[in-house]
Every structure is written in C-alpha cells, then in structure tokens.
C-alpha cells in the first residue's frame, strides 16, 4: 500500500478516485505546523534556529499520517508545485522522521500542475524528492517576515500605542496606498481648454474634430489656459474657410492580451467581475480542486499560483484546435504565439493559469455563480491568446484654413481577430482609443464648420488605487510575491489602516501615522528597491545561488543594529516628528481664516498636537492636565474632525446631573456627569446618533435591565449590552437579542423561552448534560457535558476534563468520581474518596457467564 499526502480534503477525494486501490489518499489540510506566534520562534544567535509547532488539530492529522505511513510500505508527498506546497512535504517529513515513521519506507515527491486522471497518473511515473533549494527559500522567507514582525511590531507598540502590527510587505504596500493618498492632498488642479468643432463632409456626413494648431504652431495641453484664449480661437475657427490639407490611413494590428498569472487574474476579477483578490482566489481553488462532472470529479483549471506565461505544447495545440473549430482557420494564426513576462522577479516554473481542457467551453458546463463567472474569464482569455491579432485601420485627417488646423481621428475593425471572443478590461491608468467612424475625405475636400464649442477642462489627480491597480503596482515593482498579495490587502483591512471606499484604498489615520514612523525611522525596511532587492535574493535561494543562513545573516546585522538605534528614542521625539510630518493633514488652515490651525478652542494659550494614550493616537492641547481638550483624529481623510469637538449636552437627569453624548476612541457614548469615573454606556452601532436624546441616553446608563425572576431557579434574568450585542442573562447563560430595541421590551416568558433554547445548543452557559452517569456519595447527580474544551464531568461546581484518550463514551461513574475528586483536591477543596460504595461490589466473586460490565453498572 501507498500513502499520498496532499493539502486538501477536496483533492484528497478526488486523486483518491484516480488512483484506486493500493492507495491511501490523506490531507494534510495546508500547512502542519508553523512558528508559534510568540519570542523567541526564530533565534538569531542560534544561527536562526527554528521552533515549529502544531497546532492541536494538525497534531490530530499528523498522528492519522503518521499511523498510516507505519502501516504501509511507500510514501508520496503530492503537494501544490510551488514553494509552499514543497515546504508542506517538507514539514510532514520532518515530523515523520522524528516519530520514526520512515525506516524502511520508500519516500518520493511528485507534482502535478492539473488535477485531471492523465495528469496525477503521469506524475506518478515521475517522482523525484523534495526540492531542498526551495524549501530553504520558505525558511527564508518565513523567518524574514517573523522577524520583521516580532522584532518590529513591538517597538510600534511602544513609541505608538494603538499601532497593531508591521510586516515585511505589509508595510510596504500601506506606504503605496499613504503615498497616493498624499499625493492626491498636494495636487492643485490647472485650468485648460480645449475647442470641438462639429463639421460635415461635401456628402453632407457628420464628424467632429478638434482645434490642433493656432497660428501656425502645435498647440500643447496648457496653450489655451483660460476662457480669453479659447474664445480668441472660436473665432479664429468661425472665420476660416476650411479644407482637408491630409488625410492618412494605416492599418494597426492589436495584439491578444497573455494567459492569466496569479496576478493578472486578480485584476481582471477586480475589474470584470468585481472580486477582491482573497475572493478571486478561493473560487479558483475550488476550480483547480474540481467539480462533478458525469460523475467525475475534475479539476476546471490548472495550479492558480503562478508567475509564468507559458503554456505546455499539448495545452497549445488543444487550444488552437479549440480556437479552429470554434471560429474557423481565419482566426488562427501560423504558429503558437509564445509569451514571456515582463514583470519583475518573474518566476516562470509553472504554466499560466488555463482551463485543463480547452475543450470545455462555459456553456457546456453546469457551473453556477462565482464558480461559472470566473471559469469563463480564465476559458475566454486563455482561448482568445491563441487568436489571430484585431486588425483596425486609423485615419487621421489634417484640416486647415488660415494658420488654423483642426485634426479629426477615427478608426473602423477591419478584421475582430480576438475581439470576437474576449477584450481585456481598463482601469484608470488606460488611454481610451478614439473608435469614432470618419466619413470618406480626400485632400481639398471643403468642409463645413456647424458648431465650435469651447470646453473647460481641470487637471485631475491620480486615483485612488483599486484591488487592481494595487495588485498591479506591487507586481511591477517588484514587492512581495502574487500568491501573497490577496493575504497582504486582507491584513491592511484587518487591521483598520485602510478602508474602502467605491472599491478604492484610502488609508485611516492610523495607517498614516504607521507609515510616517516607519519611514523616519525605519526607512530603509519600507522602500520600494529595498523589498524589491530581498525578493529577488530570495529567488536565488530557490535557485541554489544563495545560501539562506547567509541571506538572513546580512539581513539581521543590520535590522537589529537600527531597532537598536531607536530603543532610546523618547515618544515626544516620535510626536514631535510625527506633528511635523502630519500637520498639514490634522491641522489644515482653512480657508479664509488666518490664525493659528493649532491653537486650542478651549483654552487661550494652548495647542493642539499629535498625542499617544493607551489606545492609541488622538489630539490634545498642550496645557493638560489644565487644559483637558481632546479630540480623535481626522476621521474623512481630508483634514476634517471626524469626531466631536466636544461633549454635547443632551439634558439632565432627575438629580440635575447633565447627561452628555461624547466620541470616544470605540466610538459615541453617552455620559452621566463628570469625575475620575463617570458611568459611561456606549452607543449600540445599530442606533443613529439622531435618535441618542436624554431619554434613550438615561435608558442605556440604567442598564442591565431587571426583567423578572425565573419561574424554575428563582434566580434573576437581566437584559443588557455587552462586547457581542444585546443579550438576557440567567446565571452563566447568555441569550442574543436581535436589536437593542428588544433589550427594554422583552418580557419574561420570552426571556425563559430564549434562555431554554440556549442551554439546550450548549450555548455560552453551562452546557446541557448529554448524560447522568449517576449520583455522587455527597448527593446530587454526576453528569457528563460537552464544553467548549472537550467533554467533561461535572458535579455541582465542580468539573473535571475527561483526559485525552479517554472516549466520552466509555467514561463510568467510578471514573467519573476519581477526576472529580482529583479536582476538588487540586482546588483545594475537600477530596472524597473516589468510589465508596462501588467498593463492595469490586471485591464480589465474579460469578461464571457474568458479563455484566463497569459501564453497565454505572448505566444502571
């Protein structure tokens, strides 16, 4: 028998079916083990040793490994074809070596770049072992990004409290979206003009031309600066007589965009379909893993993480054969076309991304959803790469009159080529094509001038970065690796330095105050050469070019020496630089006043500034603990409050205490009077703050809510608000409410009601028992529950784990009484002896043909 490791259940199943018997086809569910998230994981004075740990259901899976690689004869490590995939192989052959899982066993690693019957049974003919020079690039990388994270993060803990993380790439692609931002801030747009003249041809045809040159000279983007200039060229125009002085016209040839990468594919998905880059790449897992088809399960694509452009030959010649009899030999070429990527770092050991069989056309599929939108992006852009190239011919006509001369452009497909089937989407960066129709003109043709219209135009700034147009910029210089780019941008959001806005990247205060640390401070680990140099040192690890305990050796020197620089570094130096940097956009001078954006509106000589509390950034003035002014940071990217300039007074209560709505750094909250402690309720986020007035205010300072007794118990059942919502509350049991409204309405039958439906789930109370396994010598029944942790006894307040291996099932009450006892000991509470009056019956004769057991003992 053969045991074959790969990553997921779904393709576990599957290869499982294309093997058949004599195989044992086992997931390993990605990766097995990993660095534990704490100091200490990777050790640089040990020459970067590393500590790897799994986690408990990876332990559970290794030991389902393990055990089945003892029991048979060979093993085969079929994991993904990258860097990844062989470091998982890697990891499963070093836990199996250190359990002595492998004497004697034959080991081979095989790769396939499709999940289809011809392609796992091929790979199999061809093992070889794992690709040492490729997992010491995982190392590499992977202690790299450690040791970026767990040496810098703390030192943001520090000096900026509230900051969450800094990561290798991470950062580096936060400073592109701050960046952007700040240029987008510095931009002040100029005024332009253009002239349109709407013309006809001697048949009397309309077409539209545009003002080209005045005076006899070309004119440029900025000639015609202001409303004066563009109205002295109306009438330049209106008084000329005009003929066509040149008309030229050439065919253009316009060529198939390239078979999808990872990262083309993401922005493709971004700009077609709408996905963000995490999106694009799950439902492509799940087409490369497969789906049902007569059933059969068959992988729709092949492996989606790729930096290469190439296509196997068979694949070439399926998809020119698809192409052929699709749309005839017309619209296809000689040859092949060959591609090659441009992008920098490229790695090209894998195909491009392409459907399996070329074949297989949307249509005839029953794909539905995500899964039938981005199986036809990848089938229609792979199929139409191999079409023959758009032919359009351009004209340009040159019309003159006096020192004026208007241009009219036009093109007309002569031939589709690969526009039949498939044209690449446009982002903001993209030119538009003039495809307007000219009619026929020959030089010394008169024409006529209809309409002349002066248009104003304004300069714009660069927009906003897209999933796309991000994936894209990063690709191109050179940061991080595709696979990598949907986890980066998910991580940006995760950790609120960013947000979206119409599917745009604009990054939160937060984001900038990390990013503007970082690079005073840490320069040199956030530009764009730097990340982009690493990477392609990493490439030579893979390559066997670079040893990676040299790479990390050169890269540790000097990092730590430049942590070490800034461990003595005063936080009023962090803010004093930070102010510097960051007043233009906390403290913008607005217009038409002329004081001091600083100054404090509370007090008469104070000002405001960058400050750092315990959760983070906010401003303050300068006169505190006099002076306690404060307020959150611009919250809308454009300078302005995004909070309150103070608290609002909604009223007092019967007392006369005021009651205030006030912004907080979780938010509104409403407060009752002043003080060290003042009783504070925050505002639910499903209430608007119009609707916060002095009654709702004082309605959620009382909470909880008494709602009644409980009809069982006796005990209390509250309503309240807490870290996940409205809920009730009976003892350790806590039900959700649906809104907030519920929590001053909901009467007490309905409270029971929930609270009965929550225990019995085994909700964040005590779980229901699952059985009585009997009474306990003090009284009172011994149960067995099931808890967050596992299953367990329980006797009055006492519980006890079941240990592992020991089945829930198989547990007695003579067991049952031994862990709790052990318990109440270890609690220092009272130790009863484990089975008093189980005794007697452990020291009975055992009659002949009595097959009555413990556990049916206990049963009854």
Avoid at 148 to 164: I, M, Q
Avoid at 752 to 773: D, Y
Avoid at 828 to 842: R, Y
Wanted: hydrophobic share 35%; aromatic share 6%.
């Amino acid at each position: 028998m053969t045991v074959v490791i790969v990553e997921s259940p779904a393709k576990a199943k599957t290869i499982n079916k294309y093997l058949g018997t004599g195989y044992t086809v086992l997931a390993s569910y990605g990766h097995v083990r990993d660095l534990p998230a704490k100091d200490g994981s990777v050790r640089p004075d040990e020459d970067f040793a590393m500590e790897w740990e799994a986690d408990p259901k990876s332990a559970k899976r290794l030991k389902d490994i393990t055990d089945a690689v003892k029991a048979d004869d060979r093993l085969v490590l079929a994991t993904d074809p990258d860097r990844e995939g062989e470091a998982i192989s890697w990891h499963v052959l070093e836990v199996l070596r250190k359990r002595g899982a492998l004497k004697g066993k034959e080991v081979q690693r095989v790769v396939f770049n499709q999940i289809t019957k011809s392609a796992v049974t091929e790979a199999m003919r061809h093992p070889r072992q794992v690709d040492q020079e490729l997992v010491d690039a995982y190392l590499a990388r992977r202690a790299l990004d450690y040791l970026v994270g767990f040496t810098l993060s703390p030192v943001l803990w520090r000096k900026l409290p509230g900051a969450r993380s800094a990561g290798r790439v991470q950062s580096v692609a936060l400073r592109l979206v701050v960046d952007r931002e700040m240029e987008i801030e510095r931009f002040v747009a100029r005024e332009y003009w253009s002239v349109t003249v709407d013309a006809k041809a001697p048949d009397g045809s309309p077409f539209q031309a545009r003002l080209h040159s005045l005076d006899g000279k070309t004119l440029k983007k900025f000639d015609l600066e202001n409303e004066t200039a563009a109205a002295r060229a109306v009438k330049a125009i209106e008084a000329g007589r005009f003929s066509v002085s040149e008309v030229e016209s050439k065919p253009v040839r316009r060529n198939p965009s390239p078979p999808f990468t990872t990262s083309t594919l993401q922005q493709e998905a971004s700009r077609k379909l709408g996905f963000n880059a995490k999106r694009t790449m799950q439902v492509a897992q799940q087409l490369y893993e497969g789906v049902e088809i007569g059933g059969e399960t068959v992988g729709l694509i092949t492996y989606m993480r790729t930096d290469g452009m190439d296509l196997a030959p068979e694949a070439l010649h399926d998809i020119r054969a698809a192409v052929g009899k699709r749309f005839g030999d017309r619209y296809l070429p000689d040859s092949p076309r060959v591609y090659k990527s441009k992008a920098k770092n490229a790695q090209e050991a894998h195909e491009a991304i392409r459907p399996t069989d070329p074949a297989r056309a949307p249509e005839t599929l029953r794909l539905s959803g995500d899964l039938a939108r981005l199986y036809e992006l990848i089938w229609k852009r792979t199929i139409a790469c191999q079409m023959e190239a758009a032919v359009m011919e351009r004209t340009t006509v040159d019309i003159a009159a006096d020192g004026v001369g208007l241009r009219a452009t036009g093109s007309v497909v002569t031939f589709d080529g690969f526009l039949k089937l498939y044209e690449e989407g446009r982002d903001d960066t993209a030119d538009d094509e003039d495809g307007r129709l000219l009619p026929k003109l020959v030089q010394g043709d008169a024409v006529a001038v209809e309409k002349v219209t002066p248009n104003q135009h304004f300069t714009e700034p660069p927009p906003r970065f897209t999933e796309a147009t991000l994936v894209k910029r990063m690709e191109e210089l050179g940061i991080g690796r595709p696979s990598t780019y949907a986890s980066v941008l998910s991580v940006l959001r995760d950790r609120n330095y960013v947000r979206m806005e119409k599917n745009r990247f604009v990054p939160e205060d937060k984001g900038r105050i990390v990013t503007h640390f970082l690079e005073h401070f840490f320069n040199r680990y956030v530009e764009y050469d730097f990340t982009a140099d690493l990477e392609e040192k990493l490439d030579l690890v893979s390559d066997g070019k670079v040893s990676w305990k040299e790479l990390l050796r050169d890269f540790w020197r000097d990092f730590i020496a430049a942590i070490d620089d800034i461990k003595d570094l005063r936080v009023g130096e962090v803010l004093e630089k930070l102010n510097e940097v960051l007043e233009p956009h906390f403290f913008p001078q607005k217009e038409g006043e002329d004081g001091d954006p600083r100054a404090c509106p509370a007090c008469a000589d104070g000002r405001l500034s960058l400050k750092l509390g315990k959760f983070g950034a906010f401003i303050g003035c300068s006169n505190y603990p006099e002076c306690r002014y404060t307020r959150q940071l611009a919250a809308n990217g454009n300078g302005e409050d995004g909070a309150d300039e103070g608290p609002k007074l909604l009223g007092e209560d019967e007392d006369g205490t005021p009651i205030t709505l006030r912004s907080g750094r979780f938010g509104p909250y409403v407060q009752r009077g002043e003080g060290e402690k003042p009783p504070r309720a925050s505002v639910p986020k499903d209430v608007p703050l119009e609707r916060v007035d002095l009654e709702f205010a004082l309605r959620l300072l009382s909470l909880p809510r008494a709602v009644g007794l409980h009809p069982e118990t006796g005990e209390p059942i509250n309503a309240g608000i807490g870290r996940y919502g409205p809920y009730v509350q009976h003892g350790r049991t806590y039900a959700n409410l649906p809104s907030t409204d519920d929590v001053f309405t909901i009467g007490l039958n309905h409270a029971v009601s929930l609270i009965a439906e929550k225990q019995n789930k085994g909700g964040r109370g005590t779980p229901a028992a699952l059985k009585t396994l009997g009474a306990h010598p003090d009284g009172g029944p011994v149960e067995l529950r099931d808890g967050r942790y596992g299953p367990y006894v329980s006797h009055g307040k006492v519980n006890a784990t079941l240990p592992r291996g020991l089945d829930k099932d198989e547990i007695t009450l003579e067991r049952a009484l031994e862990l709790l006892a052990a318990k109440a000991a270890a609690k220092g509470g009272k130790a009863k002896p484990a089975a008093t009056k189980a005794a007697p019956k452990k020291a009975a004769p055992k009659k002949a043909g009595t097959k009555k057991t413990a556990k049916s003992t206990a049963a009854g």
